[in-house]
T-cell receptor, first 115, second 112 residues
Framework: EAGVAQSPRYKIIEKRQSVAFWCNPI?????LYWYQQILGQGPKLLIQ????????DSQLPKDRFSAERLKGVDSTLKIQPAKLEDSAVYLC?????????????FGPGTRLTVT | KQEVTQIPAALSVPEGENLVLNCSFT??????LQWFRQDPGKGLTSLLL?????REQTSGRLNASLDKSSGRSTLYIAASQPGDSATYLC???????????FGAGTILRVKS
């Protein structure tokens, strides 16, 4: 079974530029999560999708961050414009509630550096 | 609001030593607790998942315990090896939700 795929793995941009990350969850997983992990901290949930719909985006900075999940499969997370404090690893995870007790499986992450 | 704390923040031990990592959480209304491993530049690998009704889970040299009433979990690593060097994160999932709340992690270094 293929794992969660993310791209790109690394990205360096200047502040005020825009950037987009892509995630392909495990096949059949209805729930998809985006987490932000700042250096030295644990991951923090940004947004959770159940199929196409948003379940929780309470910690998403909506003035600059946006995310979508078209057709209930792949997802993109966008930052526009980026700030220095957005430097972090962005992790995508997926889960299938009917199996594995809702265990979340994580992708390798995208490391973003904003200069 | 759920808060998760991990102690110690960093740990360095000689190879072969048994060790314990600690995790505490403020809200005992959890669905489950997971321990993850994170290698530099990599994503998270799930090590053990303990349901709220369980007391412990074991996998190989790893044993995780859960005391929901006191808001504590421990990860016990037996006979540590240099390959165990990584950051270990615990995360709790609340009742009625899917969101994981993570601790900041314990950075483990096992010296050969």
């Amino acid at each position: 079974e293929a794992g969660v795929a993310q791209s790109p793995r690394y990205k360096i941009i200047e502040k005020r530029q825009s950037v987009a990350f892509w995630c392909n969850p495990i096949s059949g997983h209805a729930t998809l999560y985006w987490y932000q992990q700042i250096l030295g901290q644990g991951p923090k949930l940004l947004i959770q999708f159940q199929n196409n719909g948003v379940v929780d985006d309470s910690q998403l900075p909506k003035d600059r961050f946006s995310a979508e999940r078209l057709k209930g499969v792949d997802s993109t997370l966008k930052i526009q414009p980026a700030k220095l404090e957005d430097s972090a690893v962005y992790l995508c995870a997926s889960s299938q509630l009917s199996r594995d007790r809702g265990e979340q499986y994580f992708g390798p992450g995208t490391r973003l550096t904003v200069t | 609001k759920q808060e998760v704390t991990q102690i110690p923040a960093a740990l360095s031990v000689p190879e072969g030593e048994n060790l314990v990592l600690n995790c505490s959480f403020t809200d005992s209304a959890i669905y489950n607790l997971q321990w993850f491993r994170q290698d530099p530049g990599k994503g998270l690998t799930s090590l053990l998942l303990i349901q709220s009704s369980q007391r412990e889970q074991t996998s190989g040299r790893l044993n995780a315990s859960l005391d929901k009433s006191s808001g504590r979990s421990t990860l016990y690593i037996a006979a540590s090896q240099p390959g165990d060097s990584a950051t270990y994160l615990c995360a709790v999932r609340r009742l009625g939700g899917n969101k994981l709340v993570f601790g900041a992690g314990t950075i483990l270094r096992v010296k050969s």
